[in-house]
């Protein structure tokens, strides 16, 4: 039972690179998304999925793509990389506790530390 | 504004205190918290998660309360020891999950 796993962990990039970091689970859980942790500012969300297929945009999407092809993976994509982008990201994956939208307990990833010089 | 703070921002105690973090949010119209510990350069751990019709969740020696009428939950930890050391963040859920900027707890031998 993995849970949520992130890869990689670390990741250093030049400005303007692209990449992927990739973020999967195996508890069969619909809702997914990403959030960026900076210090001083907590945790904000990038992007979150509510199912294959369906994706939104959260508080802070500018320079992102996601995509949800299947339940288990939700990709994040950084277009352009700028040293902006330099954080601790951070992929959780949702359990629904009741009926209804919204009332969910969260799984989080151990995480990617991405520097952007 | 949603809003989460937590006080203290940090906080360096003795082992075997009894200690109590608080959380207050500006959103009442929340479908559950939950607190989470995150140690250095790692990921989030769920220790507790109250739902809105809750009044507390135990676990071991941590206690969560909520009171959603006023939008504060604490965590009170029991007899402290240096394994608590981490930072602590609480974070409400609406329709997705506002995060305090933690609490970083400090438990000395």
């Known amino acids: 039972n993995a849970g949520v796993t992130q890869t990689p962990k670390f990741q250093v990039l030049k400005t303007g690179q692209s990449m992927t970091l990739q973020c999967a689970q195996d508890m069969n859980h619909e809702y997914m998304s990403w959030y960026r942790q900076d210090p001083g500012m907590g945790l904000r969300l990038i992007h979150y999925s509510v199912g294959a297929g369906i994706t939104d945009q959260g508080e802070v999407p500018n320079g992102y793509n996601v995509s949800r092809s299947t339940t288990e993976d939700f990709p994040l994509r950084l277009l352009s990389a700028a040293p902006s982008q330099t954080s601790v990201y951070f992929c959780?994956?949702?359990?629904?506790?009741?009926?209804?939208?919204?009332?969910?307990?969260?799984?989080f990833g151990s995480g990617t530390r991405l520097t952007v010089v | 504004k949603q809003e989460v703070t937590q006080i203290p921002a940090a906080l360096s105690v003795p082992e075997g205190e009894n200690l109590v973090l608080n959380c207050s949010f500006t959103?009442?119209?929340?479908?559950?918290l939950q607190w989470f510990r995150q140690d250095p350069g790692k990921g989030l751990t769920s220790l507790l998660l109250i739902q809105s019709s809750q009044r507390e969740q135990t676990s071991g020696r941590l206690n969560a309360s909520l009171d959603k009428s006023s939008g504060r939950s604490t965590l009170y930890i029991a007899a402290s020891q240096p394994g608590d050391s981490a930072t602590y963040l609480c974070?409400?859920?609406?329709?997705?999950?506002?995060f305090g900027t933690g609490t970083r707890l400090q438990v000395f031998p």
């Open positions: 959780a994956s949702s359990y629904s506790i009741s009926r209804g939208a919204g009332n969910y307990g969260y799984t």
């Open positions: 974070a409400y859920n609406t329709d997705k999950l506002i």
């Open positions: 959103d009442s119209a929340i479908y559950n």
